[in-house]
């Protein structure tokens, strides 16, 4: 059964007015990553993936990625939008997450604009931030949405919401 969405505000979006297939967008704001008590990822250059029932997922050019804090790449899953994606493992600060971000090295025609940008999941991360705004993460550990105010669900990711 699909759930109600709730009914978006001034400035606010809902994830379920986003498309499916997925749609990529740049993002105006700034973008940070805080892990391990260092700011690890920072740009003005970033990208969104806007998909029905998810928060955004945000995606940083390489070159706004810290130098050393990511470790060697593994294949990870395949996205059937993006295609096949590869994990890292972060180090910062004397902290390590596991599989805390990810690529696509080769995307899909489709979003060859974030080939090789990274993605972080917010919930090993001290804080993610869109603009000056913390995100918290996606619910379930599995996606790597951010949810800010400005974005309203309910989200998928949750229990429950697997059949969305």
């Known amino acids: 059964m699909r759930p109600v969405p709730l009914i978006p505000g001034p400035g606010q979006e809902s994830v379920w007015d986003y498309p499916r297939p997925p749609r990529l967008a740049p993002v105006a704001e700034r973008l940070r990553v805080i892990f391990g008590g260092e700011t690890i990822a920072d740009t003005l250059a970033g990208f969104r993936v806007l998909e029905t029932s998810h928060p955004p997922t945000y995606y940083f050019p390489p070159g706004d990625v810290a130098a050393g804090v990511l470790g060697p790449p593994r294949r990870a899953g395949t996205c059937e939008w993006k295609g096949r994606a590869v994990l890292f493992d972060l180090r910062a600060g004397g902290r390590t997450a596991a599989g805390a971000a990810w690529a696509y090295p080769n ?20 804080a993610c931030l869109v603009g000056d705004i913390r995100a918290e993460p996606q619910p379930g550990g599995f996606y790597g949405g951010w949810i800010t105010p400005a974005c309203l669900g309910p989200f998928k990711g949750g229990p429950g919401s697997m059949g969305w």
Do not use: D, H, Q, S
């Not at 995307?107 to 991360?125: C, D, K, N, S, V």
């Open 107 to 126: 995307p899909t025609p489709a979003f060859t604009a974030i080939a090789g940008y990274l993605a972080f999941y917010a919930g090993p991360m001290e």
